[in-house]
């Protein structure tokens, strides 16, 4: 059974950083790409970033620059770290798995997703 379980939310002060990390299990981690998605109150889900399993990475233009997107396949986990940070990046952040290796920014290839940690930019 396909798992991700993210961590490492919580509440920072505005130009922050933060950390986030999703543990996947069930399936071959390494086939496929991964993405990161966010949701805040009231809001639809943003895209935020992928990374490919050649490493090819993608980001949401309100994050470049300031979040980096990192796998190891060794431990099955995908990264997101986040610098900078504004209130506006407060929200639900989710890892998923794409159905495909190449890093893709739409939602429709992503087919299993975690319950999400909150992230809480304060000013």
């Known amino acids: 059974q396909r798992q991700l379980t993210e961590s490492g939310g919580g509440s920072v002060q505005t130009g922050d950083s933060l950390k986030v990390s999703c543990l996947a299990s069930?399936?071959?981690?390494?086939?496929?790409?991964m993405g990161w998605f966010r949701q805040a109150p009231g809001k639809e889900r943003e895209f935020v970033a992928a990374?490919?399993?050649?490493?090819?990475?993608l980001y949401g233009d309100s994050v470049k620059g300031r979040f980096t997107v990192s796998r190891d396949n060794d431990q099955n986990t995908v990264y997101l770290q986040l610098n900078d940070l504004k209130p506006e990046d407060t929200a639900i952040y989710y890892c998923?798995?794409?159905?495909?290796?190449?890093?893709?920014?739409?939602?429709?290839?992503?087919?299993?997703w975690g319950q999400g940690t909150q992230v809480t930019v304060s000013s």
């Open positions: 069930g399936f071959s981690f390494s086939t496929y790409s």
């Open positions: 998923a798995k794409d159905s495909d290796w190449v890093a893709s920014a739409a939602p429709n290839p992503y087919d299993s």
């Open positions: 990374i490919g399993r050649n490493g090819d990475t």
